[in-house]
């Protein structure tokens, strides 16, 4: 159980920090409740912090359930099994591309995304349940050419960290339930995210980082961490 999202980001960044054998030379929150964690390591390891913008594609009876998500360059990850119409998944899909480029717009306003290819990038998010998401976002960063593409998170059902872990190059979750219904569950605090506080860490880190490193390091493996 962890307190809030940042908690859980401390707690996730000693694991990252100590255990993964690359450190990134990124990392990269998936708005908005993955951004307070990510912060919290990208602290840590010293290294510049950016969002990735996924949009869950989530079921018309129950917005909660993700049957796809989408990502930035036109990235669709979908689950066809779900058995949702043509026309309400056309209306679905045309909502979340708007809200993507309303977010992208939103917490990086002029700015341009870091750079990926050619990096060792880390994402992260608050937590995940069916995986939709994140599996997005690894497309989109592999579209991108970046040279390494790992994952932290605090939580996620034991058979979406086995499946997760065969796409990525290391694999990082501090609680694997067999038994999950979701993932503010696992929080003592989980009030959602605003864009005003997804805004604030991104400026915040931009003004206190170090310069990027992407340092190799030995791990001990242990059952936290996995590499492909």
Do not use: W
């Amino acid at each position: 159980m962890f307190r809030d999202r940042s908690d859980a980001g401390q707690k996730l960044a000693a694991v990252v920090k100590s255990k993964m054998r690359r450190l990134p030379e990124l990392v990269l929150g998936i708005p908005r409740g993955g951004v307070p964690v990510a912060a919290e390591i990208a602290a840590a390891l010293r290294v510049p912090l950016d969002v990735l913008v996924v949009r869950k594609l989530g079921h018309p009876d129950n917005p909660e359930y993700a049957i796809g998500a989408i990502a930035g360059g036109g990235i669709l990850i979908l689950h066809r099994e779900a058995g949702v119409a043509e026309n309400e998944l056309t209306g679905i899909l045309q909502r979340e591309r708007e809200e993507l480029r309303r977010r992208e717009t939103r917490f990086r306003g002029t700015r341009p995304a870091q750079a990926v290819a050619g990096r060792s990038v880390l994402l992260v998010d608050d937590g995940l349940a069916t995986g939709a998401t994140m599996q997005a976002a690894i497309a989109a960063l592999r579209m991108q050419q970046a040279r390494q593409v790992s994952v932290a998170v605090p939580v996620a059902p034991e058979n979406v960290c086995r499946s997760l872990r065969l796409e990525v190059a290391e694999f990082v979750c501090l609680l694997e339930p067999e038994v999950f219904a979701a993932v503010g569950d696992f929080y003592r605090e989980f009030a959602a995210t605003s864009d005003a506080e997804v805004v604030r860490l991104l400026e915040q880190s931009r003004t206190s980082a170090a310069p990027a490193r992407g340092t190799d390091s030995e791990a001990i493996e242990t059952g936290a961490v996995s590499g492909s």
